[in-house]
Structure formats: C-alpha cells, structure tokens
Nanobody, 121 residues
Framework: QVQLVESGGGLVQPGGSLRLSCAAS????????MGWYRQAPGKQRELVAT???????NYADSVKGRFTISRDNTKNTVYLQMNSLKPEDTAVYFC???????????????WGQGTQVTVSS
C-alpha cells in the first residue's frame, strides 16, 4: 500500500505565507514526478506545480514567482512554499506522485487526501 500524506494547510491573511509538505510512504520502488494540484469550491482541480525526480519544475502561470516547489528524494517528500498568498489561492491542495511499487510494475498515479488552504482577512 502507498500513502501520500499532506500537512501544512491552514488559514492565512492575504500576503502571508504557508509551506505544504507531502510525504509518500509504503511499498515504493521509485518515484518519478511529484506535484501539487488544487481545487476551489465549484471549480475543477487544476495543476499548481510539478517537479521531476531530477528537479525540473513547472508552474501554473497564476503562481509563478510566488510559489516554489521542491522535493527531498531521500525522504520521498515534496514541498510547496507559498508566498504572497491571495484570496484566490483558497482551495483544497492535493499532492500527487507518479511511482512504481516494484521494479516490474507499471507507473501509477497516487493522490493525497488534500489539505485546506484559506486566504482571508
């Protein structure tokens, strides 16, 4: 079994910062890309940022220059540093990882349970 557990969400004022963490655990052979997605009420889930195992990053235009994604491959953990937060960043943030559970298994996508981020004064 594989689990992705997010932490670090909460309530923050506009202009503030939060750092999200997501740790993958369980039967993991290797992890390829990891990323963060978010879903606001009444909207579809959207990509926030991704990072490959080699450290190549990709960001949604709406968060470029404000959010930074990073990962620690020794801990199977991905982070999202969010600065200059805006009310429109309010959403449930989900962690995602593409991984294999054994050398002979296919790549599969796994999701965390989500963590709420609320930006409000």
């Amino acid at each position: 079994q594989v689990q992705l557990v997010e932490s670090g969400g909460g309530l923050v004022q506009p202009g503030g910062s939060l750092r999200l963490s997501c740790a993958a655990s369980g039967s993991i052979f290797s992890i390829n890309a990891m990323g963060w997605y978010r879903q606001a009420p009444g909207k579809q889930r959207e990509l926030v940022a991704t990072i490959t195992s080699g450290g190549i990053t990709n960001y949604a235009d709406s968060v470029k220059g404000r959010f930074t994604i990073s990962r620690d491959n020794t801990k199977n953990t991905v982070y999202l540093q969010m600065n200059s937060l805006k009310p429109e960043d309010t959403a449930v943030y989900f962690c995602n990882a593409g991984l294999r559970t054994a050398w002979h298994s296919s790549w599969s996508n796994y999701w965390g349970q989500g963590t709420q981020v609320t930006v409000s004064s």
